[in-house]
């Protein structure tokens, strides 16, 4: 016979979520257990076992579910009728917003990965490429030229995400720039450097009027 779920199963789950993304992100993965999850929670390893088969199984439904957000509200702005730096803008707030927020879940998404089943491993990996994806095609509007080049399409825009996503090991949301400042920062300096590259941008060496390099400059004036 089916079990009937009680009507707060949902709340009761999404509690044990949070708790254990905070337990979890301080402790590492490897570390924390299920008894620490259920103390943390107030509650008994049993019960949690109601809600997930594993310690393994709740690692993919905190990292799933932060995922599978993230990736819904970017879909949602990427297809809006606006100019696309506008949407570029709504873009990296959405992602900041949501990182800054559920910060542990983020830390989690970033270090725990490794210890999934190949499966849910990859599932999660396909829902990351695909935002990387929408990302690559929203550059591409600001910046056709440069992003005509395919071999740069995703280099450029794994260095914005890796910009926002290692910004959250050192960033707390109730710090002197609050995160709707922060967004507005990292969209500025990351478009209006990319709207004015050139498709050879950065192959060009930069010369001191010297004539020596920027690393000897740099060691003589510590030796003077």
Known sequence: MTRVRAHDYEHKRNVILGKAAALIARKGFDVATMMDVAQACGTSKSHLYHYFP???????????????RQAADLIRIVHLPLPAEDRFAQ????FVQGASKSRDQHIMLMNDLKFLP???RDHVRKLEIEMTSLLEGLLREINPGLMAQERVETPYALLLYGMMIWTFTWYRRNGPIAPAELARRISG???NGFRNLGPDAGLDPVSSPTGSSPASTARARRSS
């Open 91 to 94: 873009f990296v707030d959405s």
């Open 189 to 191: 300096l990351f478009v």
């Open 54 to 68: 594993s310690k393994e199984g709740l690692l993919y439904a905190i990292v799933h579910d932060h995922i599978t």
């Open 118 to 120: 190949r499966g849910q």
